[in-house]
């Protein structure tokens, strides 16, 4: 079993539409949960940094961590075709020694 | 601009080649990293430094060698390539080994190994 599951996609919505990215993990050490942005030939950007559980809003985005459940979600609301990217899960304990999802690739269509 | 420059952008070789991949940052970051990304497994460390002269190993170091002899520069060395290091890699740095702070990533190598 892998340590983070990240289902992979492809994902496709129409602009305007809310997008709900998810991710599960097994070590229940980790405190520090981020959500990276990669777009095409591109390195990550951190989208989203929220330590232990509850809700971080940011725009549009919002993060959750459900530590009780190891779920951890990333809500876009009104989508837009600059949106477009794949979307990577991360987490750790206490460092930068993070773990990283497979990524999530979300296509916004206008 | 603060950024974290890779080269080459993409590099194609033949197993037993040796070669560096060159890794700079311009923000004085303490702490830099290695990652390859392969489809279905995500980003995996490779190596990190938390300072000059101090490199330990990540999650899959095997075939790579890296050295930090000045803060800014971190590059990969892969002695003896092996298709099975075809892969995508990335670069990134953060002012130093800390959770909260971000990690900055260059725009990555893509390296074949025939």
């Known amino acids: 079993q892998k340590e983070v599951e990240q289902d992979p996609g492809p994902l496709s919505v129409p602009e305007g539409a809310i997008v709900s990215l998810n991710c599960t993990y097994s070590?229940?050490?980790?405190?520090?949960f981020m959500w990276y942005r990669q777009y095409s030939r591109k390195g990550p950007e951190l989208l989203m940094y929220t330590y232990s559980s509850g809700n971080k809003e940011d725009g549009r985005f919002t993060a959750q961590v459900d530590k009780s459940s190891k779920y951890i979600s990333l809500f876009i609301r009104d989508s837009q075709p600059s949106d477009s990217a794949t979307y990577l899960c991360a987490m750790s304990e206490w460092n930068n020694d993070m773990r990283f999802g497979a990524g999530t690739r979300l296509t916004v269509k206008p | 601009e603060a950024q974290v420059t890779q080269n080459p952008r993409y590099l194609i070789t033949v197993t037993g080649k040796k070669l560096t991949v060159t890794c700079s940052q311009n923000m004085n970051h303490e702490y830099m990293s290695w990652y390859r990304q392969d489809p279905g497994l995500g980003l995996r460390q490779i190596y990190y430094?938390?300072?000059?002269?101090?490199?330990d190993k990540g999650d899959v170091p095997e075939g790579y060698k890296v050295s930090r002899k000045e803060k800014r520069n971190f590059p990969l060395i892969l002695e003896s390539p092996s298709p099975n290091q075809t892969s995508l890699y990335f670069c990134a740095s953060s002012p130093r080994q800390a959770t909260n702070e971000k990690l900055f990533f260059g725009s990555g190598t893509q390296l074949s190994v025939l």
């Open positions: 070590n229940s050490a980790f405190q520090y």
């Open positions: 430094s938390m300072n000059v002269e101090v490199t």
